[in-house]
């Protein structure tokens, strides 16, 4: 079956930039996400991407997409103590009917 | 005011116990999700439905069953809860269509418990 793989943990320092990142397995997916999960609540949309885009910024945002090697990243600029989260990579395909969540990485920024 | 609650947050039950876990929500999607979350393996979705008549098993359905009483209602029932069940348990919607976007909307999650 379809599969998401992320690393379960990083750790960086106040003001560094911070680089998530995530391979998937279905060639297909159309959309690929990133969310957020803030201590004690739900998952909220952080930014998306096409798949026939490369890349994508929004602010300290930069989602990079790599769709010979099935490798999507996200990159936080200036990382804060508010980006402390655990952040999920998700993929869609076959107009949004089938759809896979990764594990999630734990973010911890350090002062 | 939230547009995807769920009650109760929290819920300490013994096992054997009958659990029913409720959704709902006000965004008028016809999508629903209920998934469970534990440390380390993430998301799995336990249930799906794609509109009021249509109910699907997702990747660990076994122990779980669930009711769609409406567009906007969506419970997850555990019929006889054991201690494994002992997780964050969160419900979602999305819009319906052809589109291949498919952002969804997460609820704030009920913490259960099976002592």
């Known amino acids: 079956g379809e599969d998401v793989e992320q690393s379960l943990f990083l750790s960086v320092r106040e003001g560094d930039s911070s680089v998530i990142n995530c391979t998937y397995t279905?060639?297909?997916?159309?959309?690929l996400y990133w969310y957020k999960q803030e201590p004690g609540a739900g998952l909220q949309l952080l930014t998306y991407?096409?798949?026939?885009?490369d890349m994508k910024q929004d602010q300290r945002l930069t989602v990079l997409l790599n769709k010979k090697d099935k490798h999507l990243s996200l990159r936080i600029a200036d990382t804060q103590t508010g980006d402390s989260a655990i952040y999920f990579c998700a993929e869609t395909w076959n107009y949004g009917q089938n759809f896979v969540f990764g594990p999630g990485t734990r973010l911890s920024v350090l002062p | 005011d939230a547009d995807v609650t769920q009650t109760p947050r929290n819920r300490i039950t013994k096992t054997g116990k009958r659990i029913m876990l409720e959704c709902s929500q006000t965004k008028g999607h016809d999508r629903m999700y209920w998934y469970r979350q534990d440390p380390g393996l993430g998301l799995r979705l336990i249930y799906y439905s794609f509109d009021v008549k249509d109910i699907n098993k997702g990747e660990i359905s076994d122990g779980y069953s669930v009711s769609r009483q409406a567009q906007a209602k969506f419970s997850l029932s555990l019929e006889s809860a054991i201690p494994n069940q002992t997780a964050l348990y969160f419900c979602a919607t999305s819009k319906a269509g052809t589109a291949a976007y498919n952002e969804q909307f997460f609820g704030p999650g009920t913490r259960l418990t099976v002592l």
């Open positions: 991407i096409f798949s026939n885009m």
């Open positions: 279905d060639s297909s997916s159309t959309y």
